[in-house]
């Protein structure tokens, strides 16, 4: 693709919120670029399939039809797609530089929309660097956009609405589930089935799922956690432990899928040192925003999952929002036609609001999860961190998340602590007796993925070079 | 069981990749991490103090443990898509 070198909107990430909002800015007449490092539209929960992959006309998915239709609409509307583009930086301005397999690339903008979702949190557990244990969301991309079934035997842990899902589709695709180990009873699923009454959608599919597990007869352990996990030939042996009598079980399988949960992503929100909040029915820490998306930052409108966990509808909405609020701040809609477009979509997301809240309760960590971490589990996974190291850390004086790194070295690995930095702040914050807002949150760094340097200064010859003259002595 | 689902997409042609000096089968355009955790493959590489294995995790970019020499490069193997003869090395990549 031709790129222009200056674009009036650059919306990163190409899920649902970021496709709503880079369709409805390009509809009024705005050039618009959308970046996503993943090869298609979709994002991540309707992330499409390799290139190479060829659709049979048969037998479709739901969520292959979605991501088609992106595609599709981001085409018409001569909407620019960067994929396979990995942003390493955003700066005031707005510059955006990216990266693919061929080099480097910035761009320019005065309007930016960061969409760029969230991660998964995954509590540490003795073990659970063993290679075989993965995210429940990569168990997710594996069946629905990889078409693969991870394992011959399969053991799914954690917490939320992503264990049913998972075990659905495995279930679907002929594999097999050994166990299912849910942190939450099974009143606190009741009490959340209630709340999504407000969506009838997700309701029902919700009841379809749980009934196929059940009819499916999988083991479900609930009120249990996974307490330990070792490399056992052909697979990994698991030691589950009820958290209310102790009770421990082993099981041994090929594969581990575990999450407890969403996390916004804040990395470019961190970069840009807008403010954030701590919101934990939310996920996280999220950057403070206005009801239309709008940040604290001329020109920056921050949206979908990454404004805080609500699921993929309500992030078409939040991403539909912030464009309004863009095309007024510049002055190419009216107040009356704001109001107009706006107040029916917050009408709607307020109700989605009810529902995300009800979920958000079952991704809640429940102390009992960090409690149980050993002191000589690895929470920092790049920099093989430890617990003890963290606790030797605090009791040393270490008093926010931003000294404890500078200590131990935790976040200061590949990962750029997007892995860690929710478990090391609960873990401080165990140990401190204090709130984890109280310990801030790390600073946001370039750059935000590793990238070779030959990358980014690209090919040249030794005459192309910018000679500087010595400095006199 | 076979692990990949044929049912709903028709995959590229079948080739070779070299990982570690064994032959593995895959199909063109199938992604890196995903074949060699299936082909029992999970260890990607070590870690850098305690020369624990690390394998695949995240699958979306974020966390780079399911870092691999691809033709004596660094590449997270999750964003790479398998062609013809890809020349793969796992283990302690920086004395590789």
Not at chain 1, 243 to 255: M, S
Not at chain 1, 357 to 362: D, F, T, W
Not at chain 1, 364 to 387: A, G, H, M, V, Y
Request: glycine share 8%; hydrophobic share 35%.
């Amino acid at each position: 693709m031709n790129f222009k070198k200056e674009y009036d909107v650059i919306v990163i990430g190409a899920g649902p919120s970021g496709v709503k909002s880079a369709l409805t800015c390009s509809k009024k007449g705005l050039k618009v670029l959308i970046i996503d490092s993943n090869g298609n539209s979709g994002g991540q929960i309707y992330r499409a399939p390799p290139k190479s992959y060829i659709k049979k006309s048969e037998k479709t998915l739901e969520e292959n039809l979605i991501q088609l239709k992106f595609s599709e609409n981001l085409k018409k509307n001569n909407i620019d797609t960067a994929y396979n583009h990995t942003v390493w930086q955003v700066s005031p301005g707005f510059k955006i530089d990216a990266f693919n397999e061929n080099g480097t690339i910035q761009w320019n903008t005065k309007n930016l929309i960061v969409a760029t979702g969230t991660y998964e949190k995954i509590i540490p557990f003795d073990g659970w660097t063993t290679p075989g244990v993965i995210g429940l969301a990569a168990c997710t991309i594996l069946l629905k956009a990889h078409q693969t079934i991870p394992g011959n035997k399969i053991v799914l842990a954690g917490n939320g609405p992503l264990l049913i899902s998972v075990a659905y589709y495995i279930l679907k695709f002929g594999g097999k589930v050994d166990a299912i180990v849910d942190t939450s009873s099974k009143f606190e699923w009741i009490k959340s089935m209630i709340s999504l009454i407000f969506n009838p959608k997700n309701f029902i599919q919700g009841i379809s799922w749980i009934l196929k597990i059940i009819l499916s007869r999988v083991p479900i352990y609930s009120n249990s956690l996974i307490n330990k996990v070792s490399k056992k030939e052909n697979g990994i042996s698991i030691e589950i432990q009820n958290i209310k009598n102790k009770q421990i079980k082993k099981l041994t399988t090929e594969v581990l899928a575990v999450g407890h949960g969403l996390t916004p992503s804040t990395d470019i929100s961190r970069l840009l040192k807008i403010n954030h909040s701590y919101d934990d029915l939310k996920g996280g820490w999220i950057p403070k925003l206005d009801q239309y998306f709008r940040s604290s930052m001329k020109g920056l409108y921050i949206v979908g999952d990454g404004a805080g966990i609500s699921g993929a509808i309500p992030a078409e909405d939040k991403g539909e929002l912030a464009a309004y609020a863009l095309l007024k701040d510049q002055n190419i809609i009216n107040e009356k036609e704001f109001t107009n477009k706006t107040s029916r979509i917050i009408k709607r997301l307020n109700r989605y609001e009810i529902f995300a809240k009800g979920i958000a309760k079952l991704n809640f960590t429940p102390k009992d999860l960090i409690n149980n971490i050993s002191e000589n589990t690895i929470l920092c996974r790049c920099e093989d961190i430890t617990k003890r190291d963290i606790i030797n850390a605090v009791n040393n004086g270490a008093k926010n998340l931003n000294q404890i790194k500078s200590w131990t070295r935790f976040g200061m690995g590949p990962c750029q602590g997007r892995t860690c930095q929710y478990s090391v702040a609960k873990v401080a914050s165990e140990e401190l007796k204090c709130n984890v807002k109280d310990l801030g949150y790390l600073t946001g760094r370039t750059p935000l993925r590793p990238f070779p340097l030959d990358k980014a200064i690209g090919d040249f010859e030794y005459d192309e070079i910018t000679k500087v003259e010595a400095a006199p002595l | 069981m076979n692990l990949r689902i044929h049912d709903y997409f028709e995959r590229g042609k079948k080739v070779k990749i070299i990982v570690n000096d064994e032959t593995i089968e895959a199909y063109e355009g199938e992604c890196l991490s995903v074949v060699l955790f299936i082909s029992n493959k999970k260890n990607l590489r070590t870690s850098p103090k305690l020369k624990e294995n690390r394998g695949m995790f995240c699958m979306m970019g974020s966390c780079q443990e399911c870092v691999v020499l691809l033709d004596g490069k660094k590449v997270t193997s999750c964003n790479i898509f398998i062609k013809d003869g890809m020349k793969v090395k796992t283990g302690n990549l920086n004395e590789l």
